[in-house]
């Protein structure tokens, strides 16, 4: 792995070239993931911690301790006393630029420091409970469950649909055919915003609101699916369904046997576009979803900023969470996205 990682043009030394792409790419790895990596850590600060200023990196908190005679653990700091020394003293109250101060040691005796003579203690700490008792909090299995049947299905049924179309108007020839392509494609240029009402009006009719099928149905069928399937279909030779039909196969088994394992790359591709598509919807949902029995992640995300409070220790886990089933579908499939683009469907 660490040879493949420091390869070199002239597989020698290193050339200034290589120094060059070597730090162009490290500048765009640093780019793409920095926010990501913020993102992640600062999902397992506490919320005192997200608070502090400047911000830090790792997930640092003030250390507390437990005083006799209080019944909340104090916040720890390192304060000068009268003759100049620094040591550990927890404090009780602030007023002002004055905060009084207590030995843990010597819980009965006070002394008045003024706030610049002292220091925060801090100390790593992971808050892991972030993730634990989102659970607790609300109904967040739910919204899981709900986001990931859209998905899934929704991807099933776009993979199903589009490479059907994209069958036919591929290998079929038929009066209007290039119309037909035409106008698909041309619903490109309408933004999803202009047909909204429509789409609610029409789901409202058949009474698919507040159902996850309202959200699934309106778009199983992508024009760009349509033409990403369409154009590598077409490098599929002819000649080999035309075999297929000699043998006595049937137009559904062509497709189903011959047809869609060698689109296999392509139906790759799609199906990396589809779950990012539905996975990180927002708009749809908002419109036909009013319940919130069945709200998806990215509705109770939103929902879960107060009006006036929002405790974001939980809502940066949610995120963090949001992000993981795309992350895993990219990884497993990524190398399909060039081999769908570029291969041909026969060698």
Do not use: C, H
Not at 213 to 230: H, K
Request: charged share 15%; glycine share 4%; no cysteine.
């Amino acid at each position: 792995m660490l040879k493949f990682l420091t390869r070199s043009r002239g597989f020698q030394r290193f050339d200034w070239t290589d120094w060059l792409s070597y730090l162009y790419l490290s500048v765009g790895l640093f780019v793409m993931f920095a926010p990501i990596v913020w993102l992640v850590m600062s999902s397992l600060k506490t919320e005192s911690a997200l608070s502090q200023f400047p911000p830090t990196f790792l997930p640092y908190s003030q250390k507390t301790v437990q005083v006799a005679g209080f019944d909340k653990p104090l916040p720890m700091f390192m304060t000068r006393d009268d003759n100049g020394e620094l040591r550990p003293m927890a404090q009780v109250r602030r007023i002002g630029i004055m905060a009084t101060m207590v030995d843990p040691a010597r819980p009965d005796a006070t002394i008045q420091v003024n706030i610049n003579d002292r220091k925060p203690v801090n100390e790593l700490k992971f808050a892991f409970a972030n993730y634990t008792e989102l659970f607790g909090k609300f109904s967040f299995g739910l919204y899981l469950w709900n986001s990931v049947f859209i998905t899934v299905v929704a991807t099933l049924l776009t993979l199903l649909i589009n490479s059907m179309a994209a069958f036919a108007l591929s290998k079929y020839k038929f009066r209007g055919q290039k119309t037909v392509f035409v106008l698909i494609i041309a619903t490109l240029m309408i933004p999803p915003t202009i047909v909204l009402v429509p789409v609610f009006l029409v789901i409202n009719s058949v009474g698919l609101l507040n159902s996850l099928w309202g959200v699934i149905l309106p778009a199983i069928a992508t024009p760009t699916g349509v033409f990403l399937l369409r154009q590598y279909m077409l490098t599929i030779p002819d000649e080999l369904l035309e075999a297929a039909r000699m043998d006595n196969a049937s137009e559904w088994r062509i497709y189903w046997k011959i047809v869609l394992p060698l689109s296999a790359p392509a139906l790759a591709v799609l199906a990396i576009f589809s779950v990012m598509w539905r996975w990180n919807d927002f708009l749809l949902p908002l419109i036909v979803l009013s319940r919130s029995e069945f709200f998806t992640l990215q509705l109770a995300l939103n929902s879960f900023q107060g009006e006036l409070n929002t405790q974001w220790n939980y809502l940066l886990a949610m995120t963090v969470i949001t992000l993981v089933p795309i992350t895993l579908v990219f990884a497993f499939l990524q190398k399909y996205i060039t081999t769908g683009i570029a291969s041909a469907g026969v060698k």
